[in-house]
Nanobody, 115 residues
Framework: QVRLVESGGGLVQAGGSLRLSCASS????????MGWYRQAPGKQRELVAV???????DYADSVKGRFTISRDNARNTVYLQMNSLKPEDTAVYYC?????????WGQGTQVTVSS
């Protein structure tokens, strides 16, 4: 069973940057689309960014121009570069497939942005 492990979160001031990583225990080469999701306290999980093979991307309006998703199929890893962070970006961030059956959700990585 594929296991997803997210890392790279932390506490950062508004305007700062973080780079999240999502390592998969299985190959993601054949998966058409991978996504980053987030869940803030008291809110539903929402899609933040998607990357498809061979590399097209889509972003939620709230992060467009600030976040960049990328993937390294050889390393079975998906990344999320987050710049110009805002307090409203505070959430637990997860990665998973997009548009196909989800893998079991990982533990996520906490991102906290202070004002």
């Amino acid at each position: 069973q594929v296991r997803l492990v997210e890392s790279g979160g932390g506490l950062v001031q508004a305007g700062g940057s973080l780079r999240l990583s999502c390592a998969s225990s299985g190959s993601i080469f054949s998966i058409n689309a991978m996504g980053w999701y987030r869940q803030a306290p008291g809110k539903q999980r929402e899609l933040v960014a998607v990357i498809r093979n061979p590399g097209s991307t889509d972003y939620a309006d709230s992060v467009k121009g600030r976040f960049t998703i990328s993937r390294d199929n050889a390393r079975n890893t998906v990344y999320l570069q987050m710049n110009s962070l805002k307090p409203e970006d505070t959430a637990v961030y997860y990665c998973n497939t997009y548009g196909s059956s989800w893998y079991p959700w990982g533990q996520g990585t906490q991102v906290t942005v202070s004002s």
